[in-house]
């Protein structure tokens, strides 16, 4: 069994320390609205009755969103 989205997701918000305030900001960046909420239900344990699975659409936004947040806009 490999990793999910959501480990993935969660791996990254650890490394790059980061709150849910700037995860959202990150996303904002490309223009995808993710609420604090709906963070929280990505981030719970899988057994927790909110939780949420992470789609490959909002993990894709979120690192095109990190990307620009760590070099910048393209030119």
Same mark, same amino acid.
Request: net charge positive.
């Given at each position: 069994?490999?990793?999910?989205?959501?480990?993935? @997701?969660?791996?990254?918000?650890?490394?790059? &320390?980061?709150?849910?305030?700037?995860?959202?900001? *990150?996303?904002?960046?490309?223009?995808? &609205? *993710?609420? &604090?909420?709906?963070?929280?239900?990505? @981030?719970?344990?899988?057994?927790?009755?909110?939780?949420?699975?992470?789609?490959?659409?909002?993990?894709?936004?979120?690192?095109?969103?990190? *990307? *620009?947040?760590?070099?910048?806009?393209?030119?």
């Amino acid at each position: 069994m490999g990793l999910t989205n959501n480990d993935i @997701f969660k791996k990254l918000r650890v490394a790059h &320390k980061l709150s849910d305030e700037e995860i959202v900001e *990150i996303c904002k960046l490309v223009d995808f &609205k *993710i609420s &604090k909420s709906e963070l929280g239900a990505v @981030f719970r344990n899988e057994n927790h009755k909110n939780y949420i699975k992470c789609g490959d659409q909002l993990l894709r936004n979120f690192l095109n969103g990190l *990307i *620009i947040h760590l070099r910048g806009p393209k030119n």
